[in-house]
């Protein structure tokens, strides 16, 4: 057993339990050859293929939501769908991407002040979009 695994090793559990997911639903997945231009994984769905980034988070990053970073791939067109993997809960959010974010925050429970405005919830997109945001 591993005590302290590498982000390499904490990224290809996020990218196993996508692929696992992915499959009990019925989709066709597939991996790159090589893993160097922003897309994990290939999903085929009835309406065509869709690149998918897989980002892995371990921990919240406030008290009731987890924040995904995405500058590195601000701008890219090389993704169409973020999948967010949230290991202690062992549940993944299916987001399409646009690339216009630098990151993106997900509540995993109700604010501690209630605030509900302009919030998205974790839970909201445990479905994987099959069509496009165009």
Avoid at 20 to 44: F, K, M, N, W
Avoid at 47 to 60: A, L
Avoid at 100 to 117: C, D, T, Y
Wanted: aromatic share 10%; with cysteine.
């Amino acid at each position: 057993m591993i005590d302290n695994p590498t982000t390499m090793r904490i990224g290809v559990r996020g990218e196993l339990a996508v692929q696992q997911d992915l499959i009990r639903s019925g989709y066709h997945v597939y991996t790159p050859l090589i893993d160097d231009a922003e897309t994990d994984l290939v999903c085929e769905t009835k309406y065509g293929f869709k690149r998918v980034q897989v980002k892995t988070i371990t921990k919240m990053t406030t008290k009731s939501s987890i924040e995904v970073r995405m500058s590195k791939h601000k701008g890219t067109e090389r993704i169409d769908v973020l999948a967010v993997y949230y290991e202690p809960l062992d549940q993944i959010a299916y987001l399409n991407w646009d690339g216009s974010r630098e990151s993106i925050n997900l509540a995993i429970n109700n604010a501690v002040n209630g605030q509900e405005k302009h919030r998205k919830y974790f839970y909201a997109y445990s479905n994987f979009p099959q069509e496009s945001y165009d």
